[in-house]
């Protein structure tokens, strides 16, 4: 059965930093991974989305990469903002079913 | 992107009562259509899978006479959970993909409280 890990499981960086986030999963059969924000009693958002053919997805400040056969995917995060401040979920799908991490809460201090 | 909806937002409703929630693909078939729930300071837990038109597929432990999925449109999933107890207090949210993509659309959640 796919297991998805964060690492870590909570960081604080005063703001302006750069940072990156874990995510692991033991199964390498993905059809892709994405990378969620969510807020304190919302939904998730979406933030990236990669294939398993692709290496890596940039979306304004966040960059995610995939490296399928280690069963890695980080998220970089540029220049952090308080704004940024939240828990981040990766997921994996196999096609058939989601698998959730269990969440890197960050927070970004002014 | 593509945008799907969930009504109530906040529910609450007394012990023994049942809640309905609804789960809606605003601009997008959901053939596909995901149920959630998230426990305070846990990661969402995957309830069940629903195709449109046949029977949900529930997860190991959760009860399918109690929380009663339908799925009978392509965009149109509803929740029902019966005889809600104060522990089915949580935050429901549902996630639809469709035929074209496998990229999850998720709805913004329905927090459940049962008194």
């Known amino acids: 059965k796919q297991e998805v890990t964060q690492i870590p499981a909570a960081l604080s960086v005063p703001e302006g930093e750069n940072l990156v986030l874990n995510c692991s999963f033991t199964?390498?059969?993905?059809?892709?991974l994405q990378w969620f924000r969510q807020d304190p009693g919302k939904g998730l958002t979406s933030l990236l989305l990669?294939?398993?053919?692709?290496r890596e997805q940039t979306s304004g400040r966040l960059n995610a990469s995939l490296d399928k056969s280690s069963g890695r995917s980080t998220l970089y995060i540029a220049a952090s903002q308080p704004g940024d401040s939240a828990t981040y979920l990766c997921?994996?799908?196999?096609?058939?079913?989601?698998?959730f991490g269990t969440g890197t809460s960050l927070t970004v201090i002014p | 992107g593509a945008v799907v909806s969930q009504h109530p937002s906040r529910v609450i409703c007394k012990s023994g009562t049942s809640v309905k929630i609804e789960c809606r693909s605003l601009?997008?078939?959901?053939?596909?259509m995901f149920w959630y729930r998230q426990f305070p300071k846990q990661s969402l837990m995957l309830m069940a899978t629903?195709?449109?038109?046949?029977?949900?597929?529930?997860e190991q432990g959760v009860e399918k006479d109690k929380f009663l999925i339908n799925h009978a449109s392509l965009t149109l999933s509803t929740l029902t959970v019966t005889s809600a107890h104060p522990e089915d207090s949580s935050f429901y949210i549902c996630?639809?993909?469709?035929?074209?993509?496998?990229?999850?659309?998720f709805g913004p959640g329905t927090r459940l409280t049962v008194t």
């Open positions: 997921a994996v799908n196999t096609g058939n079913q989601f698998y």
């Open positions: 199964d390498s059969a993905i059809y892709n």
């Open positions: 990669i294939q398993s053919s692709q």
């Open positions: 601009d997008f078939q959901a053939t596909t």
């Open positions: 629903s195709n449109e038109g046949s029977k949900a597929t529930y």
């Open positions: 996630s639809g993909t469709s035929s074209l993509s496998y990229e999850q659309y």
